[in-house]
């Protein structure tokens, strides 16, 4: 059990994962609902201090290479486009409603990204960012129900 846990650690801080992938496969690995959200939002969470350390040193370290900058350049650039939308419309609500929606290239890492290359207040980031977990694990852990039910259902009638 302590080697599901630990993997979905792992899947709840990847950028691709992260809790939309972490939390059903804890799930669905037997671990019970109420610790497979817990577990996935509290490390998805951590991704904003994860990420913003790195930026503050790892990222000035490699910024020199060429190849990093390419990637990176590409990287930023595509997530504060995504980010400045919301947050020139709604301010830090847009940005936890960007995180909450759990769909491809929203999430916790996209949105520390962007509020990191769009200079924004760091505290009330960390907040916006954390509520916006909080609500993407509420959603998945929403589809996660409807999915087991609907499935029951199925399986009664076939």
């Known amino acids: 059990m302590t080697h599901i846990i630990i993997k979905g650690i792992i899947l709840s801080i990847l950028p691709i994962s992260e809790l939309r992938g972490a939390l059903p496969y804890l799930y669905f690995n037997e671990v019970g609902i109420i610790p497979s959200y817990l577990i996935s939002v509290l490390c998805n969470a951590m991704v904003y201090p994860i990420g913003i350390l790195f ?20 990287t930023v650039q ?3 486009n ?3 939308k919301n947050i020139n419309k709604y301010g830090l609500i847009g940005l936890m409603i960007f995180v ?5 290239i929203t999430g916790a890492w996209t949105g520390t990204i962007g509020a990191w290359a769009l200079d924004l207040d760091k505290k009330k980031s960390f907040l916006s960012i954390f509520l916006g977990v909080v609500i993407s694990g509420l959603i ?10 609907l499935n029951s259902i199925f399986i009664k009638q076939v």
């Not at 503050?56 to 350049?73: D, G, R, V």
């Not at 909450?100 to 491809?104: G, H, S, T």
């Not at 998945?140 to 039910?149: E, K, L, R």
């Open 55 to 74: 930026f503050n040193t790892i990222h000035k370290a490699l910024s020199h290479m060429t190849f990093y900058q390419k990637l990176f350049e590409k």
């Open 78 to 80: 595509r997530a504060r």
């Open 82 to 84: 995504k980010v400045s």
């Open 100 to 104: 909450a929606v759990p769909l491809p």
């Open 140 to 149: 998945v852990t929403g589809v996660i129900y409807a999915g087991v039910g």
